[in-house]
């Protein structure tokens, strides 16, 4: 398998709305509201990290009237140096979003390179796992089977295929499942025993750590939420990597924000 290599990501600035975030999830609400102040420091040294890596990172303003704009990984897909997909997200709220990630997409490419998820199809990016050639799809709250095979059909002339995942225990399919090269993923919870991912060295990341499952890999790189020592350590001992590097996204956390929504990578 072909080594993956990233040269640019996507973010967008929190606005101070995105303290009124979605949460789906009650099992997170004594958590409380996330402060802003805090949230705003904690996407700046996101951002920092992931330049200090060599990464271009292109930086769009906060988007007040979208709480969860900040999440940019959910409104757009981008299979590299091949399409862009635009996803049309699962929670109507965020359908503002795709238009706004959409102007931008149509700066980085051609009209013929972009692609649309249309109802009755929804779709996140969160739930858009790739691995090689195929694309894991969480068949989720917030992506249907629409959605599912019409993102077949794009990708499909590519030579790349297509396989669904159910998922029940979390928002997304990246929320309990992430692949950071070297036949190696992360899973948690219900993933631990789905029978399409038995072929990997699967890395199970204890329950009470498994916000620490979603991890970005980054060009030998493993980036990572910090607060969860026996993630880290698990980590520490697969070789291959260079370096372990740390960012705190607690914030986040509180309106279901995993360490990978906050980007797109390609």
């Not at 990984?73 to 049309?88: F, S």
């Not at 894991?136 to 669904?164: C, M």
């Not at 036949?183 to 993933?191: D, P, Q, S």
Request: aromatic fraction near 10%; proline fraction near 5%.
């Amino acid at each position: 398998m072909k080594e993956l290599v990233f040269k640019r990501f996507i973010v967008r600035k929190p606005g101070k709305s995105m303290v009124e975030g979605i949460n789906d999830w009650a099992e997170l609400e004594h958590l409380g509201k996330p402060e802003y102040s805090k949230a705003l420091a904690q996407w700046e040294e996101y951002v920092k990290k992931i330049k200090s890596l060599g990464i271009d990172v292109i930086e769009l303003p906060a988007l007040e009237e979208y709480p969860d704009s900040c999440f940019v990984e959910d409104p757009v897909v981008v299979i590299p140096n091949e399409l862009a997909i635009m996803t049309n997200p699962g929670d109507k709220t965020r359908n503002g979003e795709k238009l706004e990630m959409e102007k931008e997409i149509k700066k980085l490419f051609s009209s013929d390179k972009i692609k649309y998820i249309k109802s009755p199809g929804f779709m996140d990016g969160g739930d858009v796992l790739p691995i090689g050639d195929t694309y894991y799809i969480g068949l989720s709250k917030r992506t249907n089977q629409a959605a599912i095979d019409q993102f077949a059909e794009f990708v499909k002339p590519l030579g790349k295929k297509v396989i669904a995942i159910p998922v029940t225990e979390f928002l997304h399919l990246k929320t309990g499942t992430t692949y950071i090269e070297n036949n190696n993923l992360l899973v948690t919870g219900e993933f631990e025993l789905t029978k399409e991912f038995q072929k990997f060295n699967l890395i199970r990341i204890p329950k009470e750590e498994n916000y620490a499952v979603n991890v970005i890999y980054i060009n030998g790189t493993l980036f990572m939420p910090a607060g969860y020592p026996k993630t880290k350590e698990m980590l520490s001992k697969l070789k291959g990597y260079k370096q372990i590097v740390e960012s705190d996204t607690s914030e986040y956390k509180k309106i279901d924000g995993g360490f990978t929504c906050l980007s797109v990578r390609f």
